[in-house]
């Protein structure tokens, strides 16, 4: 059983763009390389075809960093709001204590 050769993404990107600048033949780069020439016509081929991602994904980066700043921002916001309803929570948990002890007093007449 012959094992198959794998070659790193490095390597592919390497051979297909020598293919792109035709300063070599398929046939000459595939006997120098010992690769078939159609594995060269198809990782040329791939190359062309994804060479748009590159670009694409920083602009993808991009937008996931500012989603996530836009969501730290919202939490920050929320976190403080939630800190302002509990202070006025608690506040009126206060007065409202003291109110009725108020009105228990006023109704037993002790005031």
């Known amino acids: 059983m012959v094992n198959r050769r794998e070659y790193t993404p ?12 035709e ?6 780069i ?7 020439v159609k ?7 791939d190359l062309v075809e994804n060479a748009y991602r590159i670009f694409a994904g920083k602009r993808e980066e991009k937008e996931v960093a500012k989603k996530q700043r836009e969501f730290e ?10 800190g302002q309803l509990t202070l006025e929570n608690d506040w009126l ?3 409202s204590a003291e109110y009725l002890v108020y009105r228990r007093e006023t109704k ?3 005031r």
């Open 10 to 21: 490095e390597y592919k990107a390497k051979i297909a763009l020598e293919m792109l600048r």
């Open 23 to 28: 300063e070599s033949t398929a046939s000459e």
């Open 30 to 36: 595939a006997s120098r390389e010992q690769i078939n």
């Open 39 to 45: 594995q060269l016509y198809n990782w040329r081929t």
């Open 73 to 82: 921002e919202h939490e920050q916001e929320l976190m403080a709001k939630v």
């Open 93 to 95: 948990k206060k007065k």
């Open 108 to 110: 037993s007449g002790r």
